[in-house]
């Protein structure tokens, strides 16, 4: 009886240490569980550390993107200028390799104007000297100093090309002002044989006159004859008396009766 209980017993502490081994083999699970779920979470951290790394990797290139865009932007706009100052530039550079052309041309020719320029006004100095031998006899001296200075000018080595021709170019619009002004001066010519004092009077080209300085005499230049011819004092004194005062802007302009040589018909 006694052994039955112990055997009773002993079957109840067995069951009980079972028990009690199978709670601890479950709360090993438990436990086992429980680490490899931390384990888990720490990845589940670690990656979401990552993500975070790596989301912020994206806006920093997000970022740098966007700046390298409005940078490139602003080149591209840099650019563009650049480009219609550079059609702008190449139009000027067009035009100056067109001007240099001309340029070339021009002085390819330099050298046959600087042989015929000498030439040409050797021509034009013997023109203009046959020109006022055959014109009034007015001022003759003045004009003869001129063409002197204009030869001496063209004979000097030292004297440029320009300035030659400058020099007769002048006395060549100095003749030519002659014909629309006019003067009166103090003079001495021939009359008669004999020298004497008179007030010449120009008018223009078309009449050249003079009276004594006592007012005697008054004539003009035949031109034809190339000679002094004295005009009647009682039909010319007064007129040419009147023009050298409006000459000499003592007098206001006025019409003036003058002797004046009927034109020629030209040859």
Same mark, same amino acid.
């Given at each position: 009886?006694?052994?039955?209980?112990?055997?009773?017993?002993?079957?109840?502490?067995?069951?009980?240490?079972?028990?009690?081994?199978?709670?601890?083999?479950?709360?090993?699970?438990?436990?086992?569980?429980?680490?490899?779920?931390?384990?888990?979470?720490?990845?589940? &951290?670690?990656?979401?550390?990552?993500?975070?790394?790596?989301?912020?990797?994206?806006?920093?290139?997000?970022?740098?993107?966007?700046?390298?865009?409005?940078?490139?932007?602003?080149?591209?706009?840099?650019?563009?200028?650049?480009?219609?100052?550079?059609?702008?530039?190449?139009?000027?550079?067009?035009?100056?390799?067109?001007?240099?052309? &001309?340029?070339?041309?021009?002085? &390819?020719?330099?050298?046959?104007?600087?042989?015929?320029?000498?030439?040409?006004?050797?021509?034009?100095?013997?023109?203009?000297?046959?020109?006022?031998?055959?014109?009034?006899?007015?001022?003759?001296?003045?004009?003869?100093?001129?063409?002197?200075?204009?030869?001496?000018?063209?004979?000097?080595?030292?004297?440029?090309?320009?300035?030659?021709?400058?020099?007769?170019?002048?006395?060549?619009?100095?003749?030519?002002?002659?014909?629309?002004?006019?003067?009166?001066?103090?003079?001495?010519?021939?009359?008669?044989?004999?020298?004497?004092?008179?007030?010449?009077?120009?008018?223009?080209?078309?009449?050249?006159?003079?009276?004594?300085?006592?007012?005697?005499?008054?004539?003009?230049?035949?031109?034809?004859?190339?000679?002094?011819?004295?005009?009647?004092?009682?039909?010319?004194?007064?007129?040419?008396?009147?023009?050298?005062?409006?000459?000499?802007?003592?007098?206001?302009?006025?019409?003036?009766?003058?002797?004046?040589?009927?034109?020629?018909?030209?040859?």
């Amino acid at each position: 009886m006694k052994n039955r209980r112990i055997t009773k017993m002993s079957l109840s502490a067995l069951g009980l240490l079972m028990t009690c081994l199978m709670g601890t083999a479950q709360a090993a699970e438990i436990l086992v569980d429980s680490s490899v779920l931390d384990q888990a979470m720490d990845v589940i &951290a670690e990656k979401n550390s990552e993500l975070a790394i790596t989301q912020e990797e994206i806006n920093r290139l997000a970022n740098s993107t966007s700046s390298t865009f409005e940078e490139f932007k602003r080149e591209n706009d840099n650019l563009e200028a650049l480009l219609v100052v550079n059609a702008g530039f190449r139009k000027q550079i067009d035009a100056q390799e067109q001007n240099i052309a &001309a340029l070339d041309a021009s002085i &390819a020719g330099v050298e046959v104007v600087t042989r015929e320029i000498p030439l040409l006004m050797e021509k034009m100095l013997s023109s203009i000297e046959q020109f006022i031998e055959l014109d009034y006899p007015f001022q003759v001296e003045e004009r003869q100093n001129r063409i002197n200075f204009a030869r001496d000018a063209i004979d000097n080595p030292d004297v440029s090309i320009a300035e030659k021709f400058r020099q007769v170019l002048v006395m060549y619009q100095t003749e030519s002002s002659y014909g629309r002004t006019n003067e009166t001066y103090a003079d001495t010519i021939e009359l008669n044989g004999s020298d004497r004092d008179v007030n010449i009077v120009r008018i223009g080209r078309v009449a050249l006159m003079y009276q004594s300085t006592d007012r005697q005499v008054t004539g003009a230049w035949d031109n034809k004859a190339r000679q002094w011819v004295e005009l009647p004092a009682g039909e010319y004194r007064t007129a040419v008396q009147d023009a050298i005062r409006v000459a000499s802007q003592l007098d206001a302009p006025k019409i003036i009766e003058l002797p004046v040589l009927a034109p020629e018909i030209a040859q």
